[in-house]
């Protein structure tokens, strides 16, 4: 993947994870769950720990 494409991957996963964090502080578990598939179907381990949210790409 080229620097360019991998930066524009990066923002979308963090547009993503964004969201997710704001369904959740929202109460909406059911749209939080959703995205988190998304997240997943593309290769992100979501990790929520003391109310923080990190994420990284799934190993191979």
């Known amino acids: 993947m080229s620097d360019e494409a991998t930066n524009d ?3 979308i996963v963090e547009s993503l994870v964004e969201e997710r964090e704001q369904a959740r502080a929202e109460g909406n578990y059911e749209r939080a769950d959703a995205i988190r598939e998304k997240l997943d179907n593309l290769g992100i381990v979501v990790m929520d ?3 923080e949210t ?4 799934e190993e191979s």
């Open 49 to 51: 720990d003391d109310g």
């Open 54 to 57: 990190t994420w990284r790409r």
């Open 9 to 11: 991957f990066t923002e």
